[in-house]
């Protein structure tokens, strides 16, 4: 499976971004996809992800800003991003894994990772 993650940029704070994962290789049929970060000297953290029934999970720290969702026909994860802040700022990564685990929020539980897009959020 390769994940392509697009959309990334820079924006002033209390704006807005959408960051899109496209996979390729493999249907993401069954599966649960979704994006993780990582700020400079920081490790890595998880923000979001979706199940294939349409669940939906989300840190606290972006819960009510971001909403993620996900396109079947075109094999594609989103994330809008609403109310950015400064700390948003880090590298988003797409993920996905077959099938949903509980443990869902921890990084070495995904072993399909995109290459990340870069998210910079100006105050």
């Known amino acids: 499976v390769q994940l392509q993650a697009s959309g990334g940029g820079l924006v002033q704070a209390g704006g807005s971004l959408r960051v899109s994962c496209a996979a390729s290789g493999r249907t993401i049929s069954g599966a649960t996809m979704g994006w993780f970060r990582q700020a400079p000297e920081k490790e890595r953290e998880f923000v979001s992800v979706?199940?294939?029934?349409?669940?939906?999970y989300y840190s606290d720290s972006v819960k009510g800003r971001f909403t993620i969702s996900r396109d079947r026909a075109k094999n594609t994860v989103h994330l809008q991003m609403n109310s950015l802040k400064p700390e948003d700022t880090a590298v988003y990564y797409c993920?996905?894994?077959?099938?949903?685990?509980?443990?869902?929020?921890?990084?070495?539980?995904?072993?399909?990772w995109g290459r990340g897009t870069q998210v910079t959020v100006s105050s």
């Open positions: 993920v996905v894994r077959w099938p949903h685990t509980v443990r869902y929020y921890m990084a070495d539980e995904y072993n399909y």
């Open positions: 979706i199940r294939e029934n349409g669940q939906t």
